[in-house]
């Protein structure tokens, strides 16, 4: 069993900053990326960032320059520093762990968090 938790998320003022953490946790042996999703209220879930484990990060174009992923495979945690926050980046932010293999080495899955809300007032 794998459990994924996210933290961090909050009340900001625009311009401000926040940085969430997600935390993979169970028999694993290897995550092949972490990767960070949010919803708006009314929107679909869109990808923000995310990370390989070689460390190949991939970002929204809407985020690029004021968010940075970053992380620790050795404590399968990945961050997002989220900086120069604005009102429409308020969203339930979502942790995903993308290609878990687990330490039996028995085929591997996708794991989901369950969402930490950050809100961005103006």
């Known amino acids: 069993q794998v459990q994924v938790v996210e933290s961090g998320g909050g009340l900001v003022q625009s311009g401000g900053s926040l940085r969430l953490s997600c935390t993979a946790s169970?028999?694993?042996?290897?995550?092949?990326?972490m990767g960070w999703y949010r919803q708006a209220l009314g929107k679909q879930r869109e990808l923000v960032a995310s990370i390989t484990s070689g460390g190949y990060t991939n970002y929204a174009d809407s985020v690029k320059g004021r968010f940075t992923i970053s992380r620790d495979n050795a404590k399968n945690t990945v961050y997002l520093q989220m900086n120069m926050l604005q009102p429409e980046d308020t969203a339930v932010y979502f942790c995903?762990?993308?290609?878990?293999?687990?330490?039996?080495?028995?085929?591997?899955?996708?794991?989901w968090g369950q969402g930490t809300q950050v809100t961005v007032s103006s």
């Open positions: 169970g028999d694993i042996y290897s995550i092949y990326a």
């Open positions: 995903k762990a993308e290609g878990v293999v687990p330490t039996t080495h028995e085929g591997y899955g996708d794991y």
